[in-house]
């Protein structure tokens, strides 16, 4: 990896502390030379392709990233915070994420 494209040089121009998909479009653009629709598209595509196969059941694994999934969750009884009211929460899906100890190691400063 040239150290144009290190995690640490790219993030560097970042101006916010949110990554966003028009900040990593413009990162693609800059550090691979890609014009910046050919950017944007392959941004795009990559979270659509993720958003399918999630929906499809599928777990999603990015080697020293981590693991995005779906976990079921039960129904059960909620309760309005302004009114003491109870309301039921029904059974739904959730993304989860679990992080990679190489991803955590690298959050850490190791």
Known sequence: ????LKPSNLIASIE????????LSEMLFDKLGLNKREAKDMVEAF???MGESLTRGREVKFS???????????????RNP??????PI??????????SQKLKDQVQGD
């Open 47 to 49: 979270f659509d392709l």
């Open 64 to 78: 020293g990233f981590g693991n995005f999934g779906l976990r079921r969750k039960a129904a059960r009884p909620g």
């Open 1 to 4: 990896m040239t150290d144009s």
């Open 16 to 23: 916010t502390p949110t990554l966003t998909k028009a900040e």
């Open 90 to 99: 029904e059974a739904r899906q959730v993304v989860t994420f679990h992080a």
């Open 82 to 87: 302004r009114t003491g009211e109870l309301i």
